[in-house]
């Protein structure tokens, strides 16, 4: 069983930067393609990141992309999002999820764990 913490959210002006982590327990992490997902008040969980079981490939919404950056540390457990130049528009709460899979997908209902969420907004 795996089970993940989101951390990093929290208020940032538009223009600013926010650097999200989810941390692991359970063993076998690194056999786990991993991803971002983030839900908006009113809207459906949409897909934002996610990254293969190395780190070597990663995929990103348009909506974020040259903007946000994934990124893991097998050693640590960990995966991270790294998001700079926030609008506003990207205010909602952020899910990592884990899938036992061996290449990423942008498929929510692929994903076999999820985190609590964190709240990520951004005031204009």
């Known amino acids: 069983q795996v089970q993940l913490v989101e951390s990093g959210g929290g208020l940032v002006q538009a223009g600013g930067s926010l650097r999200l982590s989810c941390a692991a327990s359970?063993?076998?992490?690194?056999?786990?393609?991993m991803g971002w997902f983030r839900q908006a008040p009113g809207k459906e969980r949409e897909f934002v990141s996610a990254?293969?079981?190395?780190?070597?490939?990663?995929a990103y919404a348009d909506s974020v992309k040259d903007r946000f950056t994934i990124s893991r540390d097998n050693a640590a457990n960990t995966v991270f999002l790294q998001m700079n130049s926030l609008k506003p528009e990207d205010t909602a709460v952020y899910y990592c999820?884990?899938?036992?899979?061996?290449?990423?997908?942008?498929?929510?209902?692929?994903?076999?764990?999820w985190g609590q969420g964190t709240q990520v907004t951004v005031s204009s």
């Open positions: 359970g063993r076998a992490f690194s056999s786990y393609v």
């Open positions: 990254i293969n079981r190395s780190g070597g490939s990663t």
């Open positions: 999820a884990f899938a036992k899979r061996g290449s990423y997908t942008t498929r929510a209902y692929e994903y076999d764990y």
